[in-house]
């Protein structure tokens, strides 16, 4: 192993995925999350509840200025809720989300904070519920109405759904699949840039799965239209849960078969095959794309 690369090993940001890989590229809870549609469980003090108002989640502010989700209930901060469900247990702990209005005012320790500005800084599973949390609330929040008829939809209790009682018309979670992938070309990986990235920031090509597409097709479509290179040998690696507002990634790499790099400017401003010895600013380390990145960088050592 050359010393550049072990230089990149040992890098803190790099680390905890050389560490994550290990355990077969898990994005999992630690604890199992059983998920319960009963609508009435009742709250313990040591029940998770997830707070928010609009996007932003319920934090505690601490003398380091790091971030913490406040998992106290609303009953216990002295806030009225306007709506709060039940999401089921993690482990033994039951979870809850509820939303406050948005002229609601915290007690001066607590503060607002928006999910994604939360992401990377907060222990992980935490974060992966209030992930869980903000998708059940933004489903709520814009299918209170039937789609077909109009009428006002009811929580079913036998699935994580919601039924009009009117029509019989069904509404699940919105969940948008996305694909994101690595591609690889000897020792070489394709990244490309997004005008919105921080500057000197690569990272791997993705989009959302159309209807009735494969995985394998939608990520042939993506890497076609976004950089027009031929790719093959599409091997599935990981998923992680996207919140933001309802994605989940489904991440693969993938071998450069032919083709040179045309960019499609609509949705990139640059596109070039990175070695090891020069890779530009990288994604954040709890990201998928920065598995798949580290993953071709342990794989190439
Ligand atoms: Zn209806």
Redesign the pocket.
């Known amino acids: 192993m050359s010393s550049n690369i072990r230089k990149l090993l040992r890098d803190e940001t790099l680390l905890p995925f050389h560490k994550r890989m290990n355990k077969h590229y898990n994005f999992s809870l630690k604890a199992r999350f059983t998920p319960v549609f009963r609508a009435d469980e009742a709250a313990s003090a040591s029940s998770y509840w997830f707070i928010f108002q609009g996007e932003k989640l319920l934090t505690t502010v601490t003398e380091n200025t790091s971030n913490s989700i406040c998992t106290c209930s609303p009953e216990q901060l002295g806030l009225q809720p306007i709506f709060s469900q039940f999401l089921g247990r993690y482990g033994s702990t039951n979870c809850f989300v509820a939303e406050v209005g948005d002229n609601v005012t915290p007690a001066p320790s607590l503060r607002f904070k928006g999910l994604r500005s939360l992401f990377g800084t907060v222990e992980e599973d935490i974060f992966s519920l209030a992930g869980r949390a903000i998708q059940i609330l933004h489903w709520n929040r814009e299918h209170q109405f ?1 789609g ?4 006002a939809m009811k929580i079913r209790t036998s699935e994580l759904a919601k039924i ?1 009682p ?2 019989g ?1 069904v509404s699940f979670p919105r969940l948008s699949p996305a694909v994101i992938m690595s591609i690889i070309r000897k020792d070489h990986i394709l990244l490309a840039r997004a005008p919105r990235f921080p500057p000197g920031m690569y990272s791997t090509l993705a989009g959302f799965v159309e209807p009735g597409e494969t995985l394998e097709e939608a990520v042939k479509r993506e890497v076609r239209e976004e950089v027009n290179v031929r790719i093959g040998n599409i091997t599935y690696v990981a998923s992680q849960p996207w919140p933001f507002p309802h994605s989940i990634m489904i991440g693969f790499s993938a071998d450069y078969v032919d083709g040179e790099i045309e960019i499609d400017d609509d949705e990139i401003e640059d596109a070039q095959w990175f070695s090891l010895r020069n890779l530009p600013v990288l994604p954040s380390k709890i990201t998928i794309a920065r598995l798949l990145i580290d993953n071709f960088v342990l794989g190439s050592a």
């Open positions: 039937c077909k008829c109009g009428t009009c009117a029509c018309f």
